[in-house]
């Protein structure tokens, strides 16, 4: 199940074009127009080169892997001291916006137009050391205009999503997912439930670190499940012979016993596109991700179905049969459609069978519904001794998870967790942390199951004092490392 | 105390789930907050807790994962299946370990997965080894070197009572002056040692020729600077530096007492709870009678760990 060394970029594929810290998901696809950081290309030429590959944007808009060029050597340049006497008038660049366009056009290479633009600047020989550094690495940046095409992974795509659209996924940042897919000891073998609303991108996260081995049961609600970052991550096949879906509407009823397939949800075509829409927080407009938004797997053959249909009505055009056969097509495609529906309903009582074993290893959600009655419903399905882990951007919320959770009994080693995290600039002698950083990631509640000891509400109540912590006192620094 | 009996197939609970406790196994025993140990099932061996004594015989083998256990003295007990994490909360320390906090941005940033080849150095006390075995099983490969001749051993030795030692191999040798022992073959390369910067030029070597990640954990920026010299030096490239902390919330219901300002003339004003407004009454908070406001509240702890130490992370590319 492992990737294939040295993997090469295949047209069909997802692939991450990356510069510098900027990141974007496209589809690799001939003769398709891509604009990626004020840049417009075709990926043609790239098709082939492995993952990793940087390359340069030549004149008509085609890829060129860079070639490995000497870095001009600065020779002891000349350099001040300090900048008390440098005047910011904005008229030390003696290159005008039409020079370097000109420039540009004439096609002269990034580099060279930076050698351009620190000749004829008349405060840069003033500048210190550092200072030329900084604006040297500045002007690189603006016009050396390479791109990596980099393959997908949850750290790619995760920092991907957090930087261009964390409204598609509640603001989960990478290191809090990070902490997730540990706390939840998701791996080869299991079986897992999770529930998200962040696009898919937690659950082709927990594919990938479950490496096609095991079965997944992904809760959704509305009708049907969002995947739009899965296919991103570009898995091969079978890991998704062993990926359920399971609508959340049909959870109480599976819990009371009273389930059954009469009432589907509806039509997933378009409950599907909606869930997309809907799936951000309001605040943000979505802008497309990719160039085409994958649907729901289920959507696949009803796609191909009217694509087919589309072809036997042209060839047929001038028929004279025409409307016979236009007939048999209806009939066909009513028994096709009933045909699915049969399917969907099999797949369907499949998974509940599944839900019903009530051993899942692990309970792994992530939405913008609150987390209560989804923790209290689904942990129903996970067996004891099992980690079970829950997202939310607000803390409030879990407040209230884990004062139910204690009153249901059943869990312990509750634990309502967030983390830091911090970059920083390493160079000699200009070592510091980097000047901006995430005000906050989200919040994670996790524990453990334990066997539910149902009806003695007494021996609950004495079990939730025990599991409480104690009260605040001083803590030892080797408590401290939770 | 233990009958002499023959040695037991160990089941690889670190790596897979099972429902119940088999004898061979490591189990962890749950007694309340914080409160946990590590326990090498065996038939006809007992252990001592605070609540008595748990007979494994009788008590743990057969028993399913999560159950309850009374003990001699009427007090209970919960026994987990194991897992790296909790492995890591209870294991014994031979050095500084590695928590799970760093031990999750690690695995991800370097990108592992089932069939993953990782090269790790040093081994320590094996925290950050279990977790990584656990991530790369069951196709993958964990090479860890140890410098220091006993905790090599013993490192063997718990992976072997863990039933994962097929999934990795245990090398007595300076990964700085030696190498991980092979090469062209690792997809990524995790270094914990004193001088890092002397050991990157084995990891690229380790590193397969096509590309993969690697990570230097350091607790002093001075050892930062010069593994990110000699990383750029060695053609790595996407060097970044960064750090990571855990905050834990303590769920408490607050109460806050309510100040006693006194009285106007008129009737009530001013404290900012109105009691003779109807819709007051059903309000959670306000407790008027009693003079003081309830509410839940995440509350930090006291202290918190401040610092572990930085990661690194680089890329090792093609081109």
């Known amino acids: 199940m492992e990737a294939s060394p040295g993997a090469r970029i295949r047209e069909g594929d997802c692939a991450v074009l990356k510069r510098g810290e900027v990141f974007k998901a496209v589809p690799v696809l001939r003769r398709r127009k891509i604009i990626f950081e004020k840049q417009w290309f075709y990926l043609d030429n790239a098709i082939g080169h492995i993952y990793g590959t940087t390359f340069e944007v030549t004149n008509g808009g085609n890829l060129q892997p860079k070639q490995d060029v000497e870095e001009t050597t600065t020779e002891t340049k000349e350099a001040g001291t300090d900048n008390r006497n440098i005047v910011d008038d904005g008229k030390s660049q003696k290159l005008t916006h039409d020079d370097i366009k000109a ?70 940042r990478y290191d809090t997912l990070a902490q997730m897919l540990t706390l939840g000891n998701i791996h080869a073998g299991n079986k897992m439930i999770v529930m998200e609303t962040c696009a898919g991108l937690l659950l082709g996260a927990v594919m990938e670190r479950m490496g096609g081995y095991g079965s997944i049961i992904q809760m959704y609600p509305g009708g049907g499940p969002v995947r739009a970052a899965t296919s991103c991550f570009g898995f091969p ?35 599907a596109l909606v869930e997309e829409e809907s799936n951000g927080l309001t605040e943000e407009k979505q802008t497309s991700l990719q160039e085409t938004e994958e649907e729901p797997t289920t959507e696949a053959p009803m796609e191909i179905n009217q694509s087919e249909e589309q072809e036997t009505m042209d060839i047929n055009a001038e028929d004279v049969e025409f409307k016979e056969n ?29 839900l019903r074993e009530k051993n899942a290893d692990g309970l792994i959600v992530a939405s913008k519904f609150h987390p209560t009655p989804l923790l209290l419903s689904l942990l ?88 409480e912590e104690p009260s605040p006192k001083r803590c030892k620094v080797q408590d401290l490392h939770c | ?168 191999t245990v090398t007595n040798q300076d990964v700085c002056k030696n190498g991980f022992g092979v090469s062209n073959i690792a997809d990524a390369v995790f270094l914990d040692i004193p001088s890092p910067w002397e050991a990157i030029g084995h990891a690229k070597s380790a590193l397969k020729t096509e590309g993969g990640r690697i990570c230097s954990f350091s607790p002093c920026i001075e050892q930062v600077q010069r593994t990110c010299l000699a990383m750029e030096e060695y053609g790595f490239t996407e060097i970044n530096t960064l750090e990571i902390l855990l905050r834990v ?71």
């Open chain 2, 1 to 168: 105390m233990g009958v002499n009996h023959q040695p037991t197939t160990v089941t690889m609970s670190f790596i897979e789930y099972g429902d119940t406790i088999k004898d061979g196994d490591t189990a962890i025993v749950f007694l309340g907050h914080e409160s946990m140990f590590p326990v090498k099932v065996q038939h006809g061996t007992v252990t001592q807790t605070k609540y008595g004594v748990i007979r494994h015989s009788t008590d743990l083998i057969g028993k399913k994962y999560g159950s309850k256990v009374t003990c001699s003295k009427g007090g209970w007990v919960f026994i987990l299946h194991p897992t790296p994490e909790l492995w890591t909360m209870n294991l014994p320390h031979r050095t500084q370990i590695l928590y799970s906090t760093d031990i999750s941005i690690i695995t991800m940033m370097l990108e592992l997965k089932p069939g993953s080849i990782v090269c790790e150095s040093g081994t320590g006390s094996g925290s950050l080894s279990h977790a990584l075995i656990r991530t790369v099983a069951p196709t993958g490969h964990l090479y860890t070197v140890e410098f220091h001749q006993q905790r090599a051993e013993k490192a063997r030795e718990e992976f072997r009572e863990h039933g994962v030692d097929h999934l990795v």
């Open chain 1, 103 to 172: 420039l540009k056009d004439k096609g002269i290479k990034g580099q060279e137009i930076v050698q351009q633009l620190i000749e004829n600047s008349t405060t840069f020989r003033d500048k210190t050391e550092f200072a030329q550094d900084k604006y040297i690495k500045k002007k690189k940046k603006k016009y050396e205009a390479v791109i990596t095409i980099v393959k997908p992974s949850t750290r790619i795509l995760s920092t991907m999503y957090y930087a261009r659209e964390p409204g598609k996924i509640n603001h989960l």
């Open chain 2, 249 to 319: 919330y303590n769920v408490r219901t607050i109460s806050l007492q309510i100040p006693d300002l006194g009285k106007a003339a008129e009737d009530n004003s001013g404290t900012g709870f109105d009691s003779s407004n109807p819709s007051n009454q059903g309000s959670p908070g306000a407790n008027l009678q009693q003079g003081t406001v309830q509410f839940k509240s995440g509350v930090p702890l006291r202290e918190m760990v401040g610092h572990t130490g930085y990661l690194t992370f680089a890329t090792k590319s093609l081109v």
């Open chain 1, 326 to 354: 236009k007939e048999k097509e209806n009939k066909e495609n009513v028994r096709e459609k009933q045909m699915k529906q049969w399917e969907r309903r099999k797949k369907l009582t499949e998974t509940a069978a599944l």
């Open chain 1, 380 to 467: 129903e399905f996970v067996a004891p001794s099992r980690p079970f882990v829950v997202y939310c951007q607000y803390k409030e919320p879990l407040l209230e998870c884990y004062t139910k959770l204690r009153e249901r009994g059943g869990v312990i080693n509750l634990k309502l967790s967030e983390t830091w995290l911090r970059n920083y600039q390493v160079l000699p002698d200009r070592s510091h942390p980097k000047l901006t950083m995430s005000g906050g990631g989200g919040y994670l509640l996790s524990g453990i199951t334990v066997v539910l000891d149902k009806g003695k509400s007494d021996s609950s109540s004495l079990e939730a004092l025990k599991m």
């Open chain 1, 237 to 271: 096949k079978p890991y998704f012979d062993n990926l359920h879906e399971f609508p959340l509407s049909k959870v109480q009823s599976l819990l009371s016993g009273t389930f059954s397939t009469e009432t589907l949800p509806s039509d997933p075509e378009d409950n």
